[in-house]
């Protein structure tokens, strides 16, 4: 099919030449140096392990060798860092540590492995690079921003109104056909799981454990179908599949795998980020802070995109500016500067669970240690979890937090907006969504609950492990009483099966912690706790939101992580469902049940399914992004909070236009 | 019992889903032009590569097997009422005990010279669709004859794919028969404002053939002649009921029914764009050719058709549309010619896209109607207001109640306000803002009483 579509003016053609341009050469920065190992390259500062490395690099030849790639010099490092390890540990058998020296001190342990290898890449690099970092900064994520923004800049013009001409006709935005999709999830969930082996040093429990929830879940889903297994009923699968689209989906896919597991390739990138985060924080830059750059300069130049394409709607503007507002400042400055002013690195806005570490022992020690600020952040960080987010989204729903605030949706809502309609909007993608999602917050809880038990002491403190497992055998009692009372008032409308799963988890966390209460066990759910959280920031963390967060967002929207794996989101969803003000009201029976509003809502859901029956919206997955309203075109759908007939507000059926009161029904 | 239904449009399957909500009997839903229920009024959004087809589809192929709701594919030739079957194009038998005919409408031809060339049609079906995306390639210019809702639709749609458009009008200013002439010259605007080559007064004369049997211009009731490779018949429908000419169905313009969509043959019923109403409501149309009724109607014979008496009533009147950028919303009694008693208060924003129109009896003073262009209002409290004959002074002062514009818009009541004031020397207040708690408050209390 040739279509004839929007053509570019020359000055779009200039910026996006400009921003393949600075993209390619961005990707070559990692390869433009080369690496030679010496003494001072060495970023080793333990006297010990500096002269047990140096001496096996020499051993292996590695010394004042130049190496054309990392992808040389990180396993030559490698290899000379076990022959170290073996010698002092073979030192340390015979003759024990020099006097005053602790073990760790003398020996070496392989978590410090990556921070070795990472810093020692860093510095051994010698190239153009290394040696004009904000040159290449320029060359690169500048031009990138000018060339995007050159891109982006004509939009404006015209008049506006809906712009979402050509989106299936485009080879970056129609999607993946049926197949292929599968084919990514199928390989994602194996390539995770069995990475995730070698990740946990060829530990088989939690990727086994995790393997068979998945079959689980699928098995749930598939058990007593609606729908026969082959039938691709309403698929985001186009006729053809959008080849650029998939171009974009690896290289996102392989970024985040770099990032994460194996950074010490993308040295050349922190090189060039130097100078910015030394003006920032004073310190040198990380692979998190070449994210967070990359991050804001996405979230902020398609920020601007966004707010072209939908400047007819002044709720899509504002969001947007806030989404810009909190990533710029929030996410990335702030943090940044508090380094610099010696206090903790903290994110003002992140919240636990999506901020799993906030109860990670380290994490607590170093907000305790830090004095006022300190204590005021991890008090601050408390009172977002236990008053934010049930006051906020009460009153205006989970959207306070998802699209207005949020990093991870704030990145979906500009970057991703291209995507939003990839979303999978069939029955099954919806069940698949309520087991992930729940699942996810309950390993979130379990996971920060073994955590927080094995960090109290047993006994001294008020705030002691027994205190702690009272207090959440309390909450959670709490919460799931009042659902229930709730339930049988038929004041929220849920499964019988939802509720039963509910008091399921419920009682069996309860009994859990009430095993551990009168038996003081050390392993609290007969975990063992680093493991634990060792595998969820891998599992969660790393690979869910990440990976396939982000990566998958030209293969199954902008909202994968949102929908289906955040343990946020589920409890703000958990909120917004049982008791919140906010729904978005369908204007009587003027719905046609054109589709655009379920087609554009990146959490998949069926909007249409209600507009069609003049039924409110309450779905604890809608982020109150407001694309529905805004892509409507007969005007049928509204955001709204109030607390009037919040009860009844999913029961009405305005399209019902005969009464039943007039008729008779059968029984 | 066995219910056909001929027609998966929006009043069969309907129709469908409540005869399933109130029996058990065995359901046919027989179309052909689609396998499945989909959406006619998003077919735009399917060319302009906004949706895919299979996402106007409102239910989910897995849906219909599972309520027992049986499709079938096939083209309905002949009807025999008397031995109750129907006869398919294949040769098929179709045995039923009660009919629901739902067959919807077809594009009008005035007998134009030229109307059957290739690359001649109009813009119904699924079918009709395809016919503009094989015609679409290599296009240098469409013609779009008649200016009614579709016709607006279809330009839009080929402006898209950047191939210019003439569009011809017959009156004298866009759909001036139905919208009244404020918001018809603003439509005209806008409509040019997109680089439309709208020719008002413009009559088709005849459309001339390329030499190979397909459209290649047309000629203009004043001689001018106009090359092009598409012309996009768009002058409005007619029920597509040419197949039952040979029954005892009594039918005019469309199928005739009674107030509860009975034709003159037992068992058989008719809904939709199809059917004709004997004794339509007064101020009512008999045959309203619009998806909102379509599915009322579907409601309503449902009933009937199991066994519980039920007029049709297909309540206040409203509609929508889109006009490019420009939103369009009716409730009640608007009329593009006023008749004497009716008055109205027209509010636009000065930069010409928006506007509020409240009509009202001039003698009795209550609320008529509304009419709305990219202003969007609730449909309840417009009801509500008209079916009370609230006075218009009470309307005003509320105005805000029925504001359902998006949050952070800007408010236009205040100006409504002050325009009625100025105009009658009178001084009222705006009470309501927009927000639905008030709302709420409006209709529950109203529904108490
Ligand atoms: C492009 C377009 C845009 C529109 N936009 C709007 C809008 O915005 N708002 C609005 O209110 N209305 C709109 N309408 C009008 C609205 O779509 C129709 O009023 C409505 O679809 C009619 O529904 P129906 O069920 O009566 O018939 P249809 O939807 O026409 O369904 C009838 C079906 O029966 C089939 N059929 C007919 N005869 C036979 C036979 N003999 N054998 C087998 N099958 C048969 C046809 O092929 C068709 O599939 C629009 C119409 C079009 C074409
Ligand atoms: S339902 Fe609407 S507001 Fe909610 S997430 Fe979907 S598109 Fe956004
Ligand atoms: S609510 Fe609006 S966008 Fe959604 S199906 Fe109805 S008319 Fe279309």
Not at chain 1, 174 to 201: D, N, P, Q
Not at chain 1, 584 to 593: A, D, E, L, W
Request: some cysteine; glycine content about 10%.
């Amino acid at each position: 099919m040739s279509v004839k579509r929007n053509p570019l003016t020359l000055l779009q053609w200039i910026g996006l030449g400009i921003f393949l341009t600075a993209l390619l050469l961005f990707t070559l920065v990692l390869g433009l140096d080369d690496y030679r190992l010496h003494p001072d390259s060495l970023a080793v500062s333990n006297t010990y392990h500096k002269e047990a490395l140096l001496e096996a690099a020499r051993d292996q030849g590695m010394l004042n060798r130049t190496y054309a790639s990392s992808f040389a010099f990180a396993p030559a490092f490698q290899r000379a860092f076990r022959q170290a390890q073996a010698d002092l540990q073979n030192r340390f058998d015979q003759q024990g540590a020099p006097e005053g020296v602790g073990e760790w001190e003398y020996k070496l342990g392989d978590w410090m492995e990556q921070e070795y290898l990472l810093h020692t890449v860093k510095h051994s690099s010698r190239g153009p690079v290394r040696s004009n970092p904000l040159l290449f900064w320029l060359l690169t994520i500048g031009l990138g921003i000018l060339g995007g923004l050159l891109y982006i800049l004509p939009k404006f013009r015209g008049l506006p109104g809906i712009k979402n001409n050509h989106i299936y006709h485009s080879h970056m935005t129609r999607g993946m056909k049926l197949s292929v999709r599968s084919a990514f999830l199928a390989a994602a969930l194996f390539g995770i799981i069995g990475y995730g082996i070698f990740y946990l040093g060829g530990n088989y429990f939690w990727p086994g454990v995790s393997l068979l929830i998945a079959l689980l879940i699928t098995g749930l889903v598939l058990y007593k179908p609606k729908t026969s297994p082959g039938d691709e009923s309403r698929s985001a699968s186009p006729h053809a599949t959008a080849w650029i689209g998939l171009i974009t989906g690896l290289y996102l896919i392989g970024f985040y795998v770099l990032l994460y597991w194996t950074p010490q390739h993308l040295t050349g990138w922190m090189i060039l980020s130097d100078p910015l985060s030394h003006t920032l924080s004073g310190k040198e830059a990380s692979q998190w802070f070449v994210y967070g750059t990359l991050y804001t300069v996405a979230v902020l130049v398609m920020g601007v995109r966004m707010i072209a394409k939908y400047r007819h709607n002044r709720y899509q503007i504002i969001r947007t500016i806030s989404v810009m507002f909190f990533q710029l400042a929030f996410a990335f400055l702030i943090p940044e500067i508090l380094v610099r002013l010696n206090q903790p690195y903290f994110d003002f806005k992140n919240i636990w669970p999506l901020n799993y570490t906030f109860f990670f022992d380290w994490n607590l020690n170093n907000l305790i240690g830090s004095g006022a600020t300190g204590l005021f952040m991890l008090v601050w960080g408390i009172a977002l979890i236990v008053l934010a987010v049930p006051l906020l989204t009460y009153f205006y729903g989970k959207r306070w937090y998802c699209s207005w605030v949020c990093g991870c949706g704030g990145l979906a809502e500009t970057l991703g907006d291209p995507y939003r309609q990839l979303s999978d909007k069939s029955l099954r993608a919806w069940q698949y969504e309520r087991w992930i999602i729940h699942g996810v917050l309950v390993f979130a809880v379990i996971m920060t609950m073994g955590v927080l038990y094995s960090y109290l002491p047993a006994g001294e403190l008020w705030f002691n492990q027994r205190n702690f497992l009272m207090l959440v055998m309390l909450m959670l009692a709490g919460a799931m009483g009042y659902t229930y009372y709730r339930w049988k008032r038929g004041a929220v409308d849920i499964s019988r099966l939802g509720i039963r799963v509910g008091i399921g988890v419920t009682v069996l966390l309860i009994g859990i912690s009430a095993y551990h209460l009168f038996s003081g066990s050390e392993k609290f759910f007969f975990l063992n706790s680093n493991e634990t959280r060792q595998w969820y920031g891998f599992l969660i963390g790393s690979a869910f939101a990440g990976v396939i967060g982000t990566g998958f967002y030209p293969i199954m929207g902008n909202r994968v992580w949102c929908r289906f794996g955040c343990p946020l989101a589920a409890y703000l969803g958990l909120v917004q469902r049982f008791k919140s003000r906010f729904r978005i009201t369908t204007n009587g029976g003027q719905c046609i049940s054109c589709g655009n509003c379920s087609t554009y809502c990146e959490m998949g859901i069926d909007v249409r399914w209600y507009a069609q029956r003049g039924q409110d919206v309450v779905r604890s997955s809608c982020v109150g992004c407001g694309i529905c309203a805004a892509v409507c075109p007969r005007g049928v759908l509204r955001l709204e909070n109030s607390s009037l007939d919040m009860d009844e507000r999913t029961k009405h059926l305005r399209a019902l236009h005969i009464p039943e009161s007039k008729t008779a029904l059968p029984n | 019992m066995h219910v056909a239904i001929i027609g998966n449009g929006i009043a069969g399957i309907t129709a469908a889903r409540f005869i399933r909500k109130l029996s058990d009997h065995d359901i046919t839903v027989i179309s052909a032009e689609t396998d499945h229920f989909f959406s006619r009024t998003a077919l735009m959004y399917i060319y302009m590569g906004h949706m895919r087809y299979e996402d106007t589809k409102p239910y989910e192929d897995w849906f219909w097997p599972k309520n027992r709701i049986e499709l079938k594919r096939a083209w309905i030739e002949r009807v025999d009422v008397e031995g109750k079957t129907l006869y398919s194009s294949q040769g098929e038998a179709i045995p039923y005990d009660k009919l629901i005919i739902a067959c919807g409408s077809a594009p009008n031809r005035f007998g134009w010279p030229g109307q059957d060339l290739r690359r001649v049609q109009g813009l119904y079906s699924y079918q009709d669709l395809q016919g503009m995306e094989a015609a679409s390639g290599e296009l240098e210019r469409a013609v779009i004859v008649g200016g009614g809702l579709i016709g607006v639709e279809m330009a839009e749609m080929f402006h898209t794919r950047h191939i210019p458009v003439t569009f011809l009008v017959r009156e004298s200013s866009y759909w001036d028969m139905v919208l009244p002439p404020e918001e018809s010259q603003m439509v005209n605007r806008h409509i040019r404002e997109h680089g439309i080559d709208l020719r008002l007064r413009t009559e088709l004369d005849e459309i001339l053939d390329d030499g190979t049997g397909s459209a290649g211009g047309v000629r203009t009731k004043a001689g001018e002649e106009i090359d092009c490779g598409f012309v996009g018949l768009t002058a409005g429908v007619h029920p597509a009921i040419d197949f039952l000419k040979d029954t005892s169905i009594e039918m005019q313009k469309g199928i005739l029914v009674d107030d509860y969509l009975q034709t003159n043959v037992p068992d058989v019923y008719a809904a939709g764009d199809c059917a004709q109403l004997r004794n339509p409501k007064p101020g009512r149309r008999p045959i309203e050719a619009v998806w909102y009724t379509g599915r009322m109607a579907g409601e309503t014979v449902a009933y009937n058709a199991c066994g519980h008496p039920t007029a049709y009533d297909p309540g206040i009147w409203f509609n929508s549309a889109k006009f490019f950028d420009i939103e369009y919303q009716v409730y009640g009694d608007v009329q593009a010619r006023a008749p004497e008693h009716h008055a109205s208060l027209y509010w636009e924003h000065p930069e010409g896209r928006r506007s509020i129109r409240l009509v009202f009896d001039r003698n009795a003073g209550h609320i008529l109607g509304f009419n709305l262009m990219g202003v969007r209002y609730r449909q309840e409290v417009c009801e509500q207001w008209i079916r009370e004959k609230t006075p218009l002074r009470e309307v005003i002062q509320n105005l805000g109640l029925a504001n359902f514009d998006p949050e952070f818009y800007d408010e236009y009541e205040p100006e409504v306000v002050a325009l009625y004031n100025t105009q009658t020397g009178d001084n009222l207040q705006l009470r309501q803002k927009r927000g639905l708690r008030a709302a709420l408050k409006f209709l529950n209390h109203k529904q108490l009483n």
